[in-house]
Nanobody, 121 residues
Framework: QAQLVESGGGLVQPGGSLTLSCVFT????????MGWFRQPPGMQRQLVAR???????NYAVSAKGRFTISRHFVENRTYLQMNNLKPEDTAVYYC???????????????WGPGTQVTVSS
């Protein structure tokens, strides 16, 4: 069964750093984009950053210059390095991957259960 598992969340002071990790487990014929989304309290889930199979990344405006997404293609992992964190970065962060289970399948999204990031003094 295809699953994503995040780790690395926690409490950090403003200006601090955290690195989130996500690993894909199970089987998949192909994994396309992997990415990170977040859901602040009382708000909708929003894209933070994503990285393609070719290693091309794109970021939300709020993440540019502070966050870096990377990907380990052999181990099917993705990381989100977050620097200069602000209170408004407080949210549940979700890992996402677009996969196909078989060559004849359609693409579908897989989500991790989420990890809490709290930025507070």
């Amino acid at each position: 069964q295809a699953q994503l598992v995040e780790s690395g969340g926690g409490l950090v002071q403003p200006g601090g750093s955290l690195t989130l990790s996500c690993v894909f487990t199970g089987s998949a014929f192909e994994i396309a984009d992997m990415g990170w989304f977040r859901q602040p309290p009382g708000m909708q889930r929003q894209l933070v950053a994503r990285i393609s199979r070719e290693g091309v990344s794109n970021y939300a405006v709020s993440a540019k210059g502070r966050f870096t997404i990377s990907r380990h293609f052999v181990e099917n992992r993705t990381y989100l390095q977050m620097n200069n964190l602000k209170p408004e970065d407080t949210a549940v962060y979700y890992c996402n991957a677009a996969i196909r289970s078989h060559s004849w399948d359609s693409w579908r999204d897989v989500w991790g259960p989420g990890t809490q990031v709290t930025v507070s003094s």
